[in-house]
């Protein structure tokens, strides 16, 4: 579903931001 792909993105962008 898209919003399970952005939710996956958003997990990503927060780990990257969370560096």
């Keep these: ?3 399970r ?3 996956e993105k958003g997990v ?3 780990f990257v ?3």
């Design 12 to 14: 990503i962008i927060r």
């Design 5 to 7: 792909e952005l939710t």
């Design 17 to 19: 931001i969370g560096r």
């Design 1 to 3: 579903d898209a919003l």
